[in-house]
């Protein structure tokens, strides 16, 4: 998941910035997943160099490489999907760990924010609050590294309130008049 994340805003990546970038992930292991995110085409080859007698290919995602696909949203187990959601939140769990990790941290300065935000939306209204995160989000994430720039990583989790029996048969009696 680490690796794809280095690719999500559009960039290319050789293996070497990879391992630097991921300096937690042994070389060896970093090919092998590489290898294993071509095969399955979630990665691509954009270019080979040639340095010093031997190939080093530049890697990016592929077309949705770093997306779920809505095979995996809709045609899959529960289990499946708790898998996935695993994935995802172990990723940020290591993330969270390297920061903290540091002789030197400062949670408040460096703008740590972890909340939680309960909003009752119809289906238009919350399409109409995604499209208003995303824009500015997407503007950032083709930020260049440049002097000043720190790479943050900015990770949304969005989960509806389950429909319980009871809630359901309250939307029910509610769309056809009944009191409940």
Do not use: C
């Not at 969270?96 to 909340?115: C, N, P, T, W």
């Not at 499209?131 to 000043?148: H, K, S």
């Amino acid at each position: 998941m680490r690796i794809i994340q280095a690719f999500i805003a559009g960039q290319k990546r050789t293996t070497q910035q990879l391992v630097k970038q991921l300096a937690d992930v042994p070389q060896a292991t970093m090919y092998r997943h590489l290898n294993k995110l071509l095969k399955a085409g979630i990665l691509e080859v954009a270019e080979e160099n040639k340095i010093r007698g031997t190939y080093e290919k530049v890697y990016f995602l592929a077309q949705g490489g770093g997306d779920v696909s809505p095979e995996d949203l809709t045609e899959k187990s529960a289990t499946h999907h708790m898998e996935l959601f695993l994935k995802f939140t172990a990723s940020l769990i290591g993330d969270f760990s390297a920061y903290v990790r540091q002789e030197h941290y400062h949670m408040l300065k460096d703008g740590i924010s972890f909340r939680q935000l309960h909003a009752y939306l119809s289906d238009d209204e919350y399409s109409h609050l995604l499209q208003e995160i995303r824009e500015p989000l997407q503007r950032a994430a083709n930020n260049e590294p440049a002097e000043g720039r720190r790479r943050r990583i900015i990770s949304t989790i969005v989960i509806p309130e389950a429909i319980s029996n009871s809630n359901s048969q309250k939307k029910e009696d509610d769309e056809n008049g009944h009191a409940g």
